[in-house]
């Protein structure tokens, strides 16, 4: 953990601020690359992520950017309403789960929404490596869309393509144009609202861009049905110990409330903080991290939110 202040705060946009954090001791900060994330601990315990978006050899400060939503599960009102200038807070280290392949010929970069910030730091990168790339960010109106000054003053900016759904058809973007050849020494990144993700990515596929060169990060999950969740058990393999999952329980706080503690920060199946080894059974795989191959496996499932089909899952704890 990491101990930091808030050393600037800006409105990027319509319900977008950006925060600018700096050690408390002034040391430098770990290096990062570009794609990374920290956890950002929040008053009352809650952990969410968030993407660095400043260029990523710098390591005075990190920038974050934070959308406030509507739908916020405490997350962002906390950011927005109690992160003012000089107010301090516990970080992690970077992490990456949205890496760069730098050695690609060229790089095609999509942007939806808040989803701009890992974005951001791709382009730099890109840009500090003489890399052919295109940037297309999309929002629902310029008002909505963060860090334009940044992208039009950048040294890449003839690279940026902006696509806002109040403006003319003729800028709207049109991704089966743009990912019409799915040329293998190509790679596609994608963030933003899951509606957004899904149209591009589903165009990718549909396109033939497989997905070890369809690279994405997910924000915030769908919310999900619960309706139809039913029990089942998980035995811990080290153990033999078997613990009943109720139906309104996810396999976490089952395993919390029997002692046995899962390193969680998401919740939402997007950050893969809590993969956890399968040894037998069937998981009903329902996170956003593992690929559709990786899930076809069934050797690790995500237990913050994944449940399981078979009546039994042992789990390699
Ligand atoms: Fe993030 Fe489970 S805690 S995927």
Redesign the pocket.
């Known amino acids: 953990m990491i101990e930091v202040s808030v050393v600037a705060r800006n409105n990027q946009a319509q319900d977008i601020c950006s925060f600018e954090l700096a050690r408390v001791d002034g040391a430098p900060l770990p290096a990062f690359a570009a794609g990374a994330h920290i956890d950002v601990h929040l008053p009352g315990g809650l952990i969410r992520q968030y993407s660095l978006c400043n260029p990523p050899w710098e390591t005075r400060s990190y920038l974050i950017g934070v959308l406030k939503d509507p739908a916020s599960r405490g997350g962002s009102q906390a950011m927005h309403e109690q992160m003012q200038v000089g107010q301090t807070l516990s970080i992690s280290e970077p992490r990456n789960l949205f890496p760069l392949s730098e050695h690609a010929r060229r790089s095609l970069l999509f942007a939806g929404g808040i989803g701009i910030t890992p974005i951001l730091c791709m382009a730099e990168r890109l840009h500090q490596l003489g890399a052919e790339f295109e940037l297309h960010y999309c929002a629902r109106s310029i008002e909505r869309a963060a860090f334009i000054e940044r992208l039009q003053a950048s040294p890449f900016a003839e690279r940026v393509h902006l696509h806002f759904d109040d403006g003319d058809a003729e800028q709207r973007l049109d991704a089966a144009a743009l990912l019409a050849d799915p040329d293998a020494n190509t790679h596609l990144y994608v963030c933003g609202p899951g509606g957004f993700m899904a149209h591009v990515l589903d165009t990718a596929k549909a396109q033939g861009w497989p997905d070890e060169r369809a690279h994405r990060e997910y924000f915030a999950a769908a919310p999900s049905n619960h309706d139809n969740d039913g029990s089942f058990a998980v035995q811990i393999a080290s153990s033999g110990r078997i613990i009943q999952i109720p139906a309104d329980k996810s396999v976490?706080e089952a395993l919390e409330a029997s002692g046995i503690e899962i390193q969680?920060?998401?919740?939402?199946?997007?950050?893969?903080?809590?993969?956890t080894g399968v040894l037998a059974g069937e998981p009903e795989h329902r996170?956003l991290?593992l690929t559709e191959d990786e899930q076809a496996r069934n050797d690790q499932f995500?237990?913050?939110?994944s449940r399981a089909k078979s009546p039994l899952l042992v789990l390699d704890l």
């Open positions: 976490a969680l920060s998401c919740e939402q199946g997007i950050c893969g903080t809590c993969l996170d991290y995500t237990p913050c939110c």
